[in-house]
Structures are given as structure tokens and as C-alpha cells.
């Protein structure tokens, strides 16, 4: 597992969001920090402890065969909204790593998709495994796939 970067998450993204384009450049640096991620292009566009909100637009590089997005560009993009929420949730000096994600698809998607997730808040940094949903939705509002991603958190190592 990695160092708690919640503290660090909730100050950039405080920062950011308030600024014009403050949500591109946020996306651009989780992309930056987690170079798989950025392959999706994926924006960040909500962000609080409990709650996190990215969108995917269709784009060539995440198409597949069949001219809808790719089933692992889904995984990406699910990955990374439960993971930038239950992140920016952790209690300082907390850290998590995915340990699991499976993944339900519903429908093609197409467009503009969103990934929706809430989580509980945890009060401390004792080891645990969470399990977490993410949603994805497209544009008329129908939800394309669902995951289920188990987070495993703990304490900074010193």
C-alpha cells in the first residue's frame, strides 16, 4: 500500500475546482500521478469525502470493435472513482490499495458516460476492506455498468 494521499487529494482539489479549467488540470495531474488512469481521459468533475463524481467522453482510444467503449476502459473508469472518493474520505495518516473489482455490464456504452460513487467515511485508519460501488451511467441516464471494488486501508507505515 501506498502513503495517505488524502490530505493531499482534498487541498489540490479545493484548490482546482474553484478555478477556470481547475477540473481539466486536476484530471490532467491524477493522470499524471496514476499514468494508466490518464489513458481514459477521464474528468473529475465532483469531488468530496463520501462522494465522488468523473466523466468519460467517447472517444476513439476507448473504443472497442463493436464502436462502444471498451469493457476494461469501464474497469478503468470505475477504478478510478471509487478509488479518488474513498481516497479523499481516508482519515489523515490512512492509505488503501484496490485489492479486487468485479464488474457488471448492462448495456453498450456510448457518449458521454458518468461514474457515480458514495462511500462511508471511515472514522479511523485501522486496517480494513471496504467494498464500494461505482455507477456508470450514459446520457439518457440508463446505468451501462456497476462495480463492485474492494479497498483494502490501513495505517501509514513509518
Not at 29 to 46: E, L, Q
Not at 128 to 153: H, P, R, Y
Request: proline share 4%; aromatic share 6%.
Amino acid at each position: 500500500m501506498s502513503q495517505s494521499i488524502g490530505p493531499t487529494l482534498r487541498k489540490y482539489w479545493t484548490f482546482c475546482s474553484g478555478m477556470p479549467f481547475g477540473q481539466w488540470f486536476f484530471s490532467k495531474a491524477i493522470g499524471f500521478i496514476a499514468p494508466y488512469s490518464g489513458t481514459i481521459s477521464a474528468r473529475v468533475v465532483h469531488l468530496e469525502p463520501g462522494q465522488g463524481e468523473v466523466t468519460l467522453q467517447e472517444h476513439r482510444i476507448v473504443r472497442n470493435h463493436l464502436k462502444s467503449i471498451h469493457a476494461i476502459a469501464l474497469v478503468n473508469l470505475a477504478e478510478m472513482v471509487t478509488g479518488l472518493t474513498l481516497m479523499n474520505s481516508l482519515p489523515d495518516n490512512t492509505r488503501g490499495i484496490l485489492t479486487g473489482i468485479q464488474m457488471q455490464y448492462l448495456k453498450k456504452a456510448r457518449g458521454l458516460l458518468t461514474a457515480k460513487c458514495v462511500c462511508e467515511i471511515p472514522v479511523t485508519n485501522e486496517k480494513n476492506e471496504m467494498e464500494i460501488i461505482g455507477k456508470i451511467t450514459d446520457e439518457e441516464g440508463d446505468v451501462v455498468a456497476t462495480a463492485l471494488a474492494s479497498w483494502l486501508i490501513g495505517p501509514e507505515k513509518s
